[in-house]
Structures are given as structure tokens and as C-alpha cells.
């Protein structure tokens, strides 16, 4: 018999209860059972960061992390960084740069930058560079998601 868990997750500030098997990862239980679809599910192996959610202040990978680890925490998926219509400087900096193309691993590249810009919006570009390494795209070469996070860091930084 598969054990299953009353879960309460946070998550873009409200709370969700869930009744899961408690070998459900975060990736799947934020998709399936709370309905934010945003958050896609890639190499499910922690390699592509398409995943990445924010955790407390710290990016994770969610389909590294079982659903019921992250109880207690705050969780930030990619659809809690607008605030109602006005959207995060870095969404309105990657539709600006064309960060994006297919747009599969945006989510994961906005919450990585997210999580790192509002900690350090001064970031180095050696450091900028080395960070977004770790996430993967296909499409589009990098370039204009560097650029994207590079014009955000500078709005950021600029408004305080």
C-alpha cells in the first residue's frame, strides 16, 4: 500500500492542502495538484532547471525535492512574480530582449534570476554568466537571456 500525506504547502502566498503519496515530487504536486502549471517538468533529474521554483529565498530544483519536504516553507512558482497586471521587471525584460523562444525553460531561467537578482541586483557578469549556466535552453543561444537578466539587475538596482 502506498503511503499518503496531508500536505500543506504555501505557495505564491496561498495555501494549498493536499493529500499525496509521499513520493510525489514538489515538480508534479505544484502542477497536478494545485493547478500552477507554470513550473514545467523537464529532465525530471535536476540537470535542465526548467523546474526551478524558489524556496524560502533559496532557488530549488522541484523535481529534486518531494512535495512533502517543502511543507512549511514559502514557495515562489513563476506565477507569483507579476502583481496583478504589472508584471516582474525580469518577464517584462525577457518579452524587451527575446530571452525567450519556445519559452519551456523560461519559468526556471526567471525564477533562478528572480531568487539571485533580488538578493544581489549587482551582481558580476562573470557571476551573472556562471549562474544562468546552469539552466538549459535549446533555443535560443543564451545571448538575449543575459541580456534580459543584465537590463532587469539594472532596473532593479535603479529602483532601490
Given at each position: 500500500?502506498?503511503?499518503?500525506r496531508?500536505v500543506?504547502?504555501?505557495i505564491?502566498?496561498t495555501t494549498?492542502?493536499v493529500?499525496?503519496?509521499s513520493?510525489?515530487?514538489?515538480?508534479?504536486?505544484?502542477?497536478?495538484?494545485?493547478?500552477?502549471?507554470?513550473t514545467?517538468?523537464?529532465?525530471?533529474?535536476?540537470?535542465?532547471?526548467?523546474?526551478?521554483?524558489i524556496?524560502?529565498?533559496?532557488?530549488?530544483?522541484a523535481?529534486?525535492?518531494f512535495?512533502?519536504?517543502a511543507?512549511g516553507?514559502?514557495?515562489?512558482?513563476?506565477?507569483g512574480?507579476?502583481?496583478?497586471?504589472v508584471?516582474?521587471p525580469?518577464?517584462?525584460a525577457?518579452?524587451?530582449?527575446h530571452?525567450?523562444?519556445?519559452?519551456?525553460?523560461?519559468?526556471?531561467?526567471l525564477?533562478?534570476?528572480?531568487?539571485?537578482?533580488e538578493?544581489?541586483p549587482?551582481?558580476?557578469?562573470?557571476?551573472?554568466?556562471?549562474?544562468?549556466?546552469?539552466n538549459?535552453?535549446?533555443?535560443?543561444?543564451?545571448?538575449?537571456?543575459?541580456?534580459?537578466?543584465?537590463?532587469?539587475?539594472?532596473?532593479?538596482?535603479?529602483?532601490?
Amino acid at each position: 500500500m502506498i503511503e499518503k500525506r496531508d500536505v500543506t504547502l504555501t505557495i505564491n502566498g496561498t495555501t494549498h492542502r493536499v493529500h499525496v503519496e509521499s513520493r510525489r515530487t514538489l515538480v508534479d504536486v505544484i502542477r497536478d495538484d494545485c493547478g500552477l502549471t507554470g513550473t514545467h517538468a523537464g529532465c525530471e533529474h535536476g540537470v535542465c532547471g526548467s523546474c526551478t521554483v524558489i524556496l524560502d529565498d533559496t532557488p530549488v530544483r522541484a523535481c529534486l525535492m518531494f512535495a512533502v519536504q517543502a511543507e512549511g516553507h514559502r514557495i515562489r512558482t513563476v506565477e507569483g512574480l507579476a502583481e496583478g497586471d504589472v508584471l516582474h521587471p525580469l518577464q517584462r525584460a525577457f518579452m524587451a530582449h527575446h530571452g525567450l523562444q519556445c519559452g519551456f525553460c523560461t519559468p526556471g531561467f526567471l525564477m533562478l534570476a528572480t531568487s539571485v537578482l533580488e538578493r544581489d541586483p549587482h551582481i558580476g557578469d562573470e557571476e551573472l554568466i556562471d549562474l544562468l549556466a546552469s539552466n538549459l535552453c535549446r533555443c535560443t543561444g543564451y545571448q538575449n537571456i543575459i541580456k534580459a537578466v543584465r537590463a532587469a539587475a539594472q532596473e532593479m538596482r535603479s529602483r532601490g
